[in-house]
């Protein structure tokens, strides 16, 4: 799926959120949205996913511009992970992670064997077989996270959108969601705090600052010293592992 968003912009109360933000997303590419607390990314991916509309400029979705695609249309497509998302459901985590198949259901159609194994792979994947029973009041924060991911797994659309999709994650669960995330060769664009993980999975990098699009280009054009800098008010240093082909990044203060 290709994604193109050309200069949007979003007022809330009189108040400039994004302004003049431009994106391509080619298809299968891993793309990362970094930025500080407030800069805008959530405002972004809330108008790439039809959530929020912009007061102007364009999001075209395979070509096809997004006022003119449904939002059940959308849901074929795209599965979201949003940074909030209400678990105050009285669902089991297999119930739960079964709402990711909605989109592709008519109403009253019943789930199929098809749904049930779609299901239990993306439970599988996120490591949460064992909690297909259990309700997902009583799940820890990661573990909700994760069945959250689970559900867009499940959803088997061509394209993810995340927003700090790692957040309540430890670091494995962190380090296997990304490997996973990267093996779908879907379609992703991801809100990411840890620039280690956009600097090691991403294959282009937006940066956001103050709602302005400041920098984008490949995590070694994006992720140096000068800009996280710029972008964050802070020093870092780069650590090279070669072995591993993997970057650590240092933050000095
Ligand atoms: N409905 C709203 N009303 C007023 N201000 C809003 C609204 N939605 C977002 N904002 C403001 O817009 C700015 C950007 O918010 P956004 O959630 O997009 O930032 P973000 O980059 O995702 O931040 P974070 O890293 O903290 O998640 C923030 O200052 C936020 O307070």
């Given amino acids: ?17 994004i302004a003049a933000i431009c994106l391509t997303v080619e298809p299968r590419q891993f793309v990362g949205i970094l930025g500080a607390n407030g800069s805008g990314k959530s405002t972004l991916l809330k108008s790439i996913t039809k959530i929020i509309q912009p007061d102007s400029g364009s999001i075209r979705i395979n070509d096809r511009c997004i006022s003119q695609v449904s939002y059940a249309e959308l849901a074929q497509q795209i599965a979201v992970v949003g940074q909030f998302n209400s678990m105050d459901v009285d669902y089991t985590v297999t119930e739960f992670v079964m709402m990711g198949r909605y989109p592709h259901k008519k109403k009253y159609e019943s ?4 749904d049930h194994a779609l299901v239990k792979q993306a439970l599988h994947e996120l490591g949460m077989s064992d909690y297909a029973n259990r309700k997902v009041m009583g799940l820890s924060g990661g573990e909700k996270q ?108």
């Fill in 111 to 114: 789930m199929t064997a098809v």
């Fill in 146 to 253: 994760r069945i959250v991911i689970a559900r867009a797994i499940a959803q088997q659309t061509p394209c993810l959108i995340l927003d700090e999709p790692t957040n309540h994650m430890d670091i494995k669960h962190q380090l296997q969601l990304f490997t996973m995330l990267k093996a779908m060769e879907k379609t992703v664009i991801t809100a990411i705090h840890d620039m280690a993980l956009a600097y090691n999975y991403c294959d282009k990098l937006y940066a956001l600052k103050d709602g302005r699009l400041l920098l984008s280009g490949r995590p070694e054009e994006v992720i140096t010293k000068e800009n996280v800098k710029q972008l964050f008010g802070i020093d870092i240093a780069l650590l090279r592992c070669e072995k591993e082909n993997k970057v650590a990044v240092l933050y000095e203060g």
């Fill in 1 to 17: 799926m290709n994604i193109e968003v050309d200069h949007i912009s979003v007022t809330i109360n009189k108040k400039c959120i």
